[in-house]
């Protein structure tokens, strides 16, 4: 949820981090609360970037845009983003608004290699302000959705000195995140608002849903497209059946005295049944071979589509192939039950 604390209510910065302090404590205090922080922004919400110097590094020119993120203690737990290495902001250093920061891992990997030589390391936003000691590394967040990759990113206090250009920073418009099992009914809602409005019954409460909407919000053109491929997928696999039942049928049709003469001359019925099941087989083989070479090369046309699985994941691969042999199997053993009843008198005597 979000809530906006206007200047025009409380101006001083430090009332401010106070009253947002006292919120999020009101809402731990619920029942079945397991976690509760403060962020802006939150995943998948548009955000801002800055620079990131890190002090022990040289720069031949401007460094690129990273996301920037403000957050209380206690995000990362109500959130579920694991913390790498080091520790996470404390009331202390953001009431007393001072000079530490976090990073995200792929930002610690890009400029020191490894996450745990982050810690101690420090950082600034612009070649002016105050370094900023870094206490720990995040993991990385998908910030602009499930189906794109995680920026690189740097964390900051809700509160700081000198930060772009402005002497006292606060964030006034922030949201809160809270973990328990009641997240999402109406009486869960109904315990929050009172727990706000019992700090300052002015405060609207905004923008309230579930991490669960805002997924599913993220992944909809993508599961939507993987919906609409699967259908198309599943009417493609059962007219490939309905073709091979087809062709095996009208083969056993006519065979037909060719089966009655092989019954004649003392051929089992199971040697016939596994004759049509076996041309099946080489079928489905061949068309699992074709079907192989197309996917292998339309699979970068749906990369984008794929959420942490490569185009090349050998465990798909084997497992659709098998699962369509299956099917090719099963669609051939039911014209083959036909050729073991063949009547070798009436097949003979219909020719």
């Known amino acids: 949820m979000r809530i906006s604390i206007p200047e025009s209510q409380v101006k001083d910065p430090d009332a401010t981090i106070q009253l947002e302090q006292a919120i999020l ?4 205090a619920i029942p079945e609360v397991a976690a509760a922080g403060i ?10 970037g800055s620079q990131v110097y890190a002090r022990d590094q040289t720069y031949q020119s401007v460094p690129p845009l990273r996301r920037s ?11 579920g983003t694991r913390l790498i290495v080091g520790r996470e902001f404390t009331w202390t250093e953001t009431n007393e ?9 792929n930002l610690a ?24 000691e870094i206490v720990g590394v995040v993991g990385d967040m998908r910030d602009d959705g499930m189906g794109e990759k995680a920026p690189a990113a740097a964390y900051y206090p809700l509160a700081m000195n000198h930060f772009l250009g402005s002497a006292v920073v606060v964030r006034r418009t922030v949201y809160y995140v809270v973990r328990s099992k009641r997240a999402g009914s109406q009486g869960f809602l109904s315990d929050v608002q009172k727990a706000v409005w019992s700090v300052n019954p002015s405060l609207p409460l905004a923008s309230v849903r579930t991490l669960e909407e805002i ?27 309905v073709g091979i039942y087809g062709v095996i049928s009208y083969s056993v049709s006519q065979r037909r005295r060719e089966m009655g003469i092989r ?6 019925p199971r040697e016939l049944t596994r004759l049509f099941i076996t041309r099946g087989f080489v079928l489905a083989l061949i068309g699992v071979a074709f ?39 099963l669609a051939s053993y039911i014209p083959a039950l036909r050729a073991r009843r063949v009547d070798p008198i009436e097949a003979l005597r219909s020719e």
């Open 25 to 28: 404590e009101k809402i731990r």
């Open 263 to 268: 019954l004649a001359l003392g051929a089992q």
């Open 39 to 48: 962020a802006t922004p939150i995943p998948t919400e548009p955000g801002g």
């Open 291 to 329: 079907g192989l070479a197309g996917s292998i090369a339309l699979t970068r046309v749906l990369r984008s589509l794929l959420f942490e699985v490569n185009r090349f994941d050998p465990m798909t691969y084997v497992a659709v192939s098998l699962g369509l042999i299956g099917a090719v199997m």
């Open 97 to 105: 608004r001072r000079p530490v920061a976090m990073v995200s891992e």
């Open 109 to 132: 990997r890009e400029l020191w290699k490894d996450p745990r030589a982050a810690i101690g390391k420090q950082i600034r936003d612009d070649l002016t302000g105050p370094w900023r």
């Open 69 to 79: 993120k403000f957050l209380s203690p206690g995000l990362l737990s109500a959130l």
């Open 215 to 241: 997924y599913d919000k993220s992944m909809a053109l993508t599961s939507f497209t993987l919906v609409m491929l699967a259908i198309a997928g599943a009417m493609a696999v059962l007219i490939g059946l």
